[in-house]
């Protein structure tokens, strides 16, 4: 799930660019972390917990505020017990990292991806998007080769993973269209660090656009020693306390 929350960071002083150059520095004093890791938290945190996802979301919004939330989705999490509202965007498959560690099967990853996506963004295309990204982290880890995952995704998801997909210039914000070229970069991509310039080289939604892939990229390739220790400096202490909980829950190094 770090790779996801790296992924965010590095891609956060890019966002709105056309083409970053590809030798940027990874890590900058403009970087920051954004929604796309607040909200990967809130979720992870809820899956530890109670399963809540829009209480959880909503808590974590609040105290967290100022960190590039959609407006709609801010109207959303700002207001108890609004209803989800049909949306298509990139938001829901962005935070959904933490089902494709924690699930212990498929099904239990699609069902669980599927009712995170729900509680506010419920369009089919999202939900499908976060299904996707929570499969492919699954089956990643799982060890099931690259081509072999390919493979799985287009066939239950009917996507073109083919590298044409990798177009620069646009701010494309739906979920389809964010989550296609985000699990292309995985794919290809020879390591982790590859993976991510590839996404961020993209332009337009940069941040989100790594947030996936990093998230996928660090279940195929692992995500990089320094890439750890440097990501979790720039996060608070309530949020570094989620991603240790689910460490430790991972069995992983802190």
């Known amino acids: 799930m770090l790779g996801a929350i790296a992924g965010d960071i590095i891609g956060s002083r890019f966002e709105g660019e056309s083409e970053p150059p590809r030798d940027f520095a ?11 890791s607040v909200c990967t938290l809130a979720v ?18 609040r105290r967290h505020p100022n ?15 609004a209803p989800a509202y049909g949306s298509w965007g990139n938001g829901a498959p962005m935070r959904v ?37 929570a499969l492919a982290i699954l ?44 699990l292309t970069a995985a794919l290809t991509a020879v390591d982790w660090e590859d993976a991510i310039r590839t996404a961020v080289c993209l332009g337009g939604d940069t941040d989100t656009l790594a ?12 995500l990089p020693d320094h890439v750890s220790k440097i990501a979790r400096s720039y996060l608070t202490a309530d949020l570094y306390g989620v991603l240790s909980r689910f460490e430790v829950a991972m069995h992983l190094p802190t």
Not at 26 to 36: G, I, K, M, S, Y
Not at 111 to 126: F, G, K, R
Not at 148 to 164: G, I, K, Q, V
């Open 26 to 36: 990874l890590f900058h004093p403009d970087c920051r972390f954004t929604d796309d």
């Open 44 to 61: 992870a945190d809820a899956l530890m917990g109670a399963r809540d996802f829009a209480a959880s979301l909503r808590a974590f919004v």
């Open 67 to 81: 960190r590039g939330y959609g407006g709609m989705f801010l109207d959303w999490a700002l207001t108890d017990d």
């Open 97 to 133: 990292a933490a089902v494709g560690w924690l699930a212990r099967s498929e099904t239990e990853a699609l069902e669980l991806a599927a009712a995170q996506a729900a509680v506010s963004h419920n369009h089919p295309d999202a939900v499908a998007a976060s299904q996707a990204v």
């Open 139 to 182: 089956l990643a880890r799982s060890g099931l080769p690259r081509l072999e995952l390919a493979r799985r995704l287009a066939d239950d998801f009917d996507y073109d993973l083919a590298e044409s997909v990798l177009k620069p210039g646009d701010f494309d914000i739906s979920a389809a269209g964010t989550v296609l070229p985000a």
């Open 211 to 222: 947030c996936i892939t990093g998230a996928v990229a660090e279940a195929i390739h692992g």
